[in-house]
């Protein structure tokens, strides 16, 4: 019988920071659209990404209420937008109660509800997210 041990842990490496912070650090919106165009006599159908910056009027991120308010021009139809946004390090964001996932089209006409949990796992916030037009 051979046992062989490997480790990889050594004496003197410096500690590695247990991120705390349960923030929403940024937030936008992206519009998708599906394109046909014709190429050569052939139907092309491509998915088209675009971000809202330019239709975006206001974005504001309370962190001390945990609140998170984009407005968009009234042309924006906030039934079929994406919603992302950026977060602490290493922590993760999650819907709460029938909240839309982030990154994926979907209605943003009622406030949203998520909750973040930081990397080590020991702190967690409620945030909101509100869209709306101008």
Do not use: H
């Not at 062989?4 to 659209?33: F, H, M, N, Q």
């Not at 390090?89 to 943003?108: H, M, Q, T, Y």
Request: glycine share 4%.
């Amino acid at each position: 019988m051979v046992i062989v041990g490997v480790s990889s842990c050594r004496l003197g490496l410096d500690e590695l920071p247990l991120y705390e912070e349960t923030e929403i650090i940024k937030a936008w919106g992206l519009k998708r659209e599906v394109v046909t165009t014709t190429v050569q006599e052939k139907e092309r159908t491509t998915v088209v990404q675009t971000k809202l910056d330019s239709k975006m009027v206001s974005n504001e991120i309370d962190a001390e209420n945990k609140i998170v308010s984009i407005v968009f021009e009234e042309d924006v139809d906030l039934t079929n937008i994406i919603i992302a946004v950026d977060i602490s390090r290493g922590a993760i964001i999650e819907p709460l109660e029938d909240s839309n996932k982030l990154g994926i089209v979907a209605n943003w006409t009622n406030p949203q509800k998520y909750l973040v949990t930081a990397a080590n796992n020991d702190f967690k916030k409620e945030w909101t997210i509100t869209i709306s037009k101008n």
